[in-house]
């Protein structure tokens, strides 16, 4: 049974920093496509950043390049986010996901193919 399960959100000044965490269990999130997404209230989710299962291979949303880096710990099998020079406008909830494909390719953003998901953290960015 695959279980996704992030932490690390919380409230932070704008121009600051966040890292969140995902752990993976029932699944070698190493070997598959791992990604992000978020959603602030009232939008759709929409994709942050992704890392290929075969070769570690990261893309971003455009948001995203240049602020925040996606990595995975293989031996904790750990998905991470960090995240710098916060916006308000990165206030969301943040979740990873899995559809256990090995390549994210270039349609990573669509939430719909992916069959994992964690409960979500909270993060907030204050002005």
């Known amino acids: 049974q695959v279980q996704l399960m992030e932490s690390g959100g919380g409230s932070v000044q704008a121009g600051g920093s966040l890292g969140l965490s995902c752990k993976a269990s029932g699944v070698t999130s190493s070997r598959y496509c791992m990604v992000w997404f978020r959603q602030a209230p009232g939008r759709e989710r929409e994709g942050v950043a992704a890392?290929?299962?075969?070769?570690?291979?990261?893309t971003y949303a455009g948001f995203a390049k240049g602020r925040f880096g996606i990595s995975k710990d293989n031996t904790k099998n750990t998905l991470y986010l960090q995240m710098d020079s916060l916006k308000t406008e990165d206030s969301a909830i943040y979740y990873c996901?899995?559809?256990?494909?090995?390549?994210?390719?270039?349609?990573?953003?669509?939430?719909?193919?992916?069959?994992?998901w964690g409960q979500g953290t909270q993060v907030t960015v204050s002005s």
């Open positions: 890392v290929d299962g075969v070769d570690g291979y990261t």
């Open positions: 996901a899995t559809d256990l494909s090995f390549r994210c390719g270039d349609h990573w953003f669509v939430r719909e193919r992916y069959l994992y």
